[in-house]
């Protein structure tokens, strides 16, 4: 069973809309949580990367949550545009060295 | 900073053949890199990890002699797909660990290279 759940498995959105990805974890110990986002064709490209004292980090419009408590994070995407149309993958570290625990993604289209 | 390469970006070759692949760190120094594949609408797949002078260390199911892998600089990692069939045909991924970082286990990714096997 894969130890990084992200749902939904794909949506569509419309130009200017919000959305948020979920993504929930088993890892442990846990160091810290990821999202990168992936052009079709492309490799990963980190949006955001928090530790377990971090609740919240920003990067533009990208927005992400972490409650490690309750193992899970989301990704805010705000007034979607077209480009935003790609792979969004959350990744969790078990320790400063420790091998990525990769989650199946969430494919987010942006329509106009 | 933190720009990672791979070259070829896409390959196509014949079944039986060899083909390899780089992986440069441009900006700064590796001792770590990883390689990693991806198949359509899958999530990446850790398949070995390389140290820069040792040798790598494969991940379960991923056959050694098969996809062979040389780090020998701080800033190159080369994986060769020997005797490639179609079912090798994939995306790679690469990915590459700052040495000078010793938190956060940050790993920068290269663009991917598509490999197709006829």
């Known amino acids: ?112 | 900073g933190a720009v990672v390469s791979q070259h070829p970006s896409w390959v196509i070759c014949k079944s039986g053949t060899s083909v390899k692949i780089e992986c440069r760190s441009l900006d700064f120094q590796a001792t770590t890199m990883f390689w990693y594949r991806q198949f359509p609408k899958q999530s990446l797949m850790l398949m070995a990890t390389s140290n820069e002078g040792s040798k790598a260390t494969y991940e379960q199911g991923v056959e050694k002699d098969k996809f062979l892998i040389n780090h020998a600089s701080l800033t190159l990692s080369t994986l060769t797909v020997t005797s490639a069939h179609p079912e090798d045909s994939s995306f790679y991924i690469c990915s590459a660990r700052d040495s000078l970082v010793r938190v956060g286990n940050e790993q920068f990714f290269g663009p991917g290279t598509r490999l197709t096997v006829l």
């Open chain 1, 1 to 112: 069973k894969n130890q990084v759940e992200q749902s939904p498995q794909s949506l569509i959105i419309l130009e200017g809309k919000n959305c948020t990805l979920q993504c929930n974890y088993t890892v442990s110990p846990f160091s810290n949580l990821r999202w990168y986002k992936q052009d079709t064709g492309r490799g990963p490209v980190s949006l955001t990367i928090m530790t377990f004292s971090e609740n919240t980090k920003s990067n533009g419009r990208y927005t992400a949550t972490l409650d490690a408590d309750t193992k899970q994070s989301s990704l805010h995407i705000t007034a979607s545009q077209l480009s935003d149309s790609a792979s969004y993958i959350c990744v969790v570290s078990s320790d400063s060295w420790g091998k990525l625990q990769f989650g199946a993604g969430t494919q987010v289209v942006v329509t106009p």
